[in-house]
């Protein structure tokens, strides 16, 4: 995996189960002191919501209580809890924004952690997250660049590659896919063909606030684009 660089996404920070993704073990609660449990009457609601699913034949009602338990989740800060019910609901709905909404909050508790297997965790439901946005609407320029971020993350440039690709192919002047790819292809000695993807980025980001990160990261490596 690449690290210390870094990657452009779209996410606005914020106030299916993928097989492969194992949740690691509750770490003791001390080592995680960001991830406090919501309070009694919270955890309480929960359980009785949880209670009324079991066996619940209503799919709109079912909804709605999906959307309960988020919003319990969301105002305990509690980002982990929110996807994995957006998760759920996304489940019952099919909706692409469900599946996204799923998988920014994966990727957004993700930047909390610092244990490597937790990071590998939510990384991976993160880019499963978006795998499912994207068989909803596959040309969602955005979606498809943060899926190839996290498959940076999970050590897979391959994928991220061929994504970002894609990408530029609907969308050739999209400013984080030729910025993310041509960090790519330099952090992979391929430096010579990221050049033009940093030239463009360089040209996009220009008197936005995107043109400090592309024009530090080009300082840091002493690229040279004219």
Same mark, same amino acid.
């Given at each position: ?41 919270? $955890? ?16 709109? #009602?079912?909804?709605? !209580? ?29 909706? !692409? ?24 965790? &939510? ?30 993350? #999970? ?18 002047? !999209? $400013? ?8 790519? #292809? ?15 980025? $360089?040209? $996009? ?11 530090? &990261? ?9």
């Amino acid at each position: 995996m690449l690290i210390g660089v870094i990657y452009m996404d779209s996410l606005e920070r914020s106030d299916a189960n993928d097989a492969g993704s194992v949740k690691p073990e509750q770490h003791h609660s001390s080592e995680r002191t960001y991830a406090k449990e919501p309070g009694p009457e919270d $955890l309480e609601r929960i359980l009785t919501i949880e209670q009324e699913l079991e066996g619940l034949d209503n799919e709109n #009602l079912a909804i709605a !209580f999906m959307g309960e338990i988020i919003q319990i989740y969301m105002n305990n800060d509690r980002l982990d809890g929110a996807a994995e019910a957006a998760e759920r609901r996304a489940g019952l709905t099919g909706e !692409f924004e469900d599946w996204k909404k799923a998988g920014d909050w994966y990727h957004e508790w993700m930047l909390k952690e610092s244990d490597q297997e937790y990071i590998h965790y &939510f990384s991976q439901k993160s880019a499963s997250m978006y795998e499912a946005a994207l068989e909803v609407d596959s040309v969602h320029a955005k979606v498809r660049t943060d899926m190839a971020v996290e498959y940076m993350r #999970l050590g897979q440039p391959d994928k991220a590659i061929w994504n970002l690709e894609k990408v530029l192919g609907h969308d050739p002047d !999209f $400013l984080n896919a030729n910025y993310n790819l041509g960090v790519i #292809l330099h952090q992979m000695g391929k430096k010579d063909k990221s050049i033009s993807y940093l030239k463009r980025s $360089l040209e $996009l980001a220009e008197g936005t606030e995107k043109e400090e990160t592309v024009r530090n &990261f080009l300082q840091q490596n002493e690229i040279q684009t004219l």
